[in-house]
């Protein structure tokens, strides 16, 4: 163990990689706007600078530890040294706080509060550029960027995808996808994890709040919401309830108040995804045909791997997503209520299926042609959790002050399995416990502990179904996932099974979710999913009882139209 003196405090390290993280961990929260522990360093913004006794300055991110240094993080060079990065960040900063959508949430303006700036000297003589408003998912102003780099990293580092980087010079440089084209003439995701780390305004969510709200004043429409596994363990985030905690039932309540008709749970889609997955996966190992068999709840996935890697499309699972079958099959409860309605003489209402998710790209998915069943879109708005926490607070609804509410029934009924899709291994474990058919505790925790659960890019298990060891690779971060597929594409790699999520750890840290989501955010959200199973009384999706009077009812013959896609 080794030390340095921070401040006049002694403080030891082990490994840490940087200056930086010792500050941390020291308990002194020095402001970035480029460094994030999961990405390269780029030591842009200077923010994080420190002083040594020589009165050397420093970027701490970029300086390693060594023993016996002695640093100081606030003199007044310091100060002004950063107060003087926060005047010229502004100066070139288009500065409609008020009506930004990262009013409140964005680190230049958090910083400019903090640092004390009222005022700023120079003049923003930049031209104003259009913003891309190409993509259902994201929407990209070039005028609030302030180049710290953290989208072009983690879509090239992370995602594995390289759509964003910076091009001309000078006072002319910008972050913009090659040839300045739109998004969506390029390949991207839209999995929304450049606007997870974007620290200002420049990369926000596409909103879908307005016509959800004219759909809730309308007395002819039925509007009726599914909630993802991985929003209940982060809407609370903004109204200061624990991190990670499940606020599901205070997220019924407030949705019940602001209009919504009817509120069920994407969970109990996650249950019927399970079972048509698993069976999925029995014939093509009877068969032996286009193995491994590829999740698809991922859309973000299911693009890049068309998009980058087509060759391997037909191993993509024929399975819709949670959202998707839960929303096919609320569609065709309506279409037939509406028949009897009309059948007694009554003009029905029309239904319209609201998803509330995490994820950005979601919005993508439900627009693309096989999620129609007869003509008709089976989910009509996706709206992120920061989208529906905006609803919430627009209705003066504080969540922490709410009381509880039960999800309607019948679909309001979901297995531990079904809640566990939200972090990175959960489809395949939820899979595994239907097909091991067994809520023994130690044939749960025999699956949980195959290596299937964590959090590295790529893991990989061997379980024995009947007498056939299936393998299986756990894969998240599409960086990730095209060295995977490489591998396959080389022979170097077999498997079964392939499980990708586009986001590292998940849904939990989906790119539409509440920010800032760094490293114990997404630890309290992944523990809140676990909890949410170790408390589930029914952990199989083919226990769940409602799941059986499905298929004996409603689904009875349409298995393959609600549920799958050519
Ligand atoms: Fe996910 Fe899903 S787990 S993709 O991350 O499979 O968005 O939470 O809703 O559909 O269930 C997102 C989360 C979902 C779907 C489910 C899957
Ligand atoms: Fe969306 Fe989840 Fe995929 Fe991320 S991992 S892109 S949140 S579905």
Not at 3 to 31: A, H, Q, W
Not at 271 to 298: A, I, Q, W
Not at 393 to 407: F, K, M, N
């Amino acid at each position: 163990m080794s030390y340095m003196t921070i401040n006049n405090r002694r403080v030891t390290f082990t490994n840490e990689r940087n200056v930086l993280s010792v500050i941390r961990k020291s308990g002194i929260d020095l402001p970035t706007f480029c460094y994030h522990s999961e990405l390269s360093t780029y030591g842009a913004c200077r923010m994080c600078v420190v002083e040594d006794d020589r009165g050397k300055i420093f970027a701490s991110c970029s300086e390693v530890p060594r023993d016996g240094m002695v640093i100081y993080t606030n003199t007044p060079r310091l100060q002004h040294h950063r107060k003087m990065i926060i005047e010229l960040l502004l100066a070139s900063h288009c500065r409609d706080c008020t009506t930004c959508a990262k009013n409140g949430v964005c680190t230049l303006q958090k910083l400019s509060r903090q640092l004390g700036i009222t005022d700023v000297r120079f003049e923003n003589n930049k031209k104003q550029l259009p913003k891309d408003l190409s993509s259902v998912c994201v929407i990209r102003d070039p005028n609030k960027c302030i180049l710290c780099g953290d989208c072009v990293r983690t879509c090239d580092e992370i995602q594995g995808l390289g759509i964003l980087d910076f091009a001309f010079r000078g006072s002319k440089m910008q972050v913009t996808p090659a040839f300045n084209k739109d998004l969506a003439e390029t390949d991207c995701v839209g999995c929304g994890q450049c606007r997870a780390v974007c620290p200002t305004g420049a990369i926000s969510i596409h909103q879908n709040v307005e016509p959800v709200w004219a759909a809730l004043a309308d007395k002819d429409t039925r509007v009726v919401a599914q909630i993802a596994p991985a929003v209940r363990v982060a809407v609370g985030d903004k109204f200061g309830i624990k991190k990670g905690e499940n606020t599901l039932g205070r997220l019924v309540a407030a949705l019940r108040r602001i209009g919504f008709d009817e509120v069920y749970d994407t969970n109990f889609g996650a249950d019927l995804t399970v079972m048509e997955e698993s069976k999925e996966l029995v014939e093509r190992l009877e068969s032996g045909e286009n193995l491994p068999l590829f999740t698809s709840c991922c859309p973000a996935w299911v693009k890049f791997c068309e998009n980058r890697y087509p060759e391997f499309r037909s191993h993509i699972s024929t399975c819709r997503s949670p959202q998707e079958m839960f929303g096919a099959v609320l569609k065709e409860e309506a279409r037939i209520n509406e028949e009897k309605e009309r059948a007694e003489g009554r003009e029905p209402k029309k239904t319209l299926v609201v998803s509330i998710m995490p994820c950005t790209a979601k919005k993508a998915e439900i627009e693309r042609p096989e999620h129609y069943t007869d003509g008709v879109k089976n989910v009509d708005y996706v709206l992120t959790t920061t989208e529906i926490t905006r609803m919430i607070q627009e209705a003066g609804i504080d969540l922490s002050q709410v009381q509880p509410e039960a999800l309607d029934m019948p679909f309001g009924l979901a297995s531990g399995a079904g809640a566990i899709f939200g972090v990175t291994g959960g489809v395949t474990e939820a899979v595994l416990r239907r097909l091991v058919n067994s809520s023994r505790a130690e044939d749960l925790e025999e699956i949980s502990f195959s290596g299937i659960r964590g959090v590295n890019g790529i893991k990989e298990a061997t379980v024995k179904l009947g007498d056939r060891e299936v393998k299986i690779a756990v894969v998240n971060g599409l960086h990730s996932a095209g060295e995977l597929l490489d591998k396959m594409k080389a022979g170097e790699a077999h498997y079964d099974f392939v499980e990708v999520m586009a986001c590292k750890r998940g849904c939990i840290a989906g790119g539409g979710q509440p920010v800032p989501i760094g490293p114990r955010t997404k630890k309290a959200r992944l523990e809140g999913i676990y909890k949410i199973d170790s408390m589930a009384q029914i952990k199989l999706s083919n226990e769940n009882p409602i799941i059986a009077t499905l298929y004996d009812g409603l689904l009875k013959g349409k298995e393959h139209k609600l549920l799958h896609n050519e």
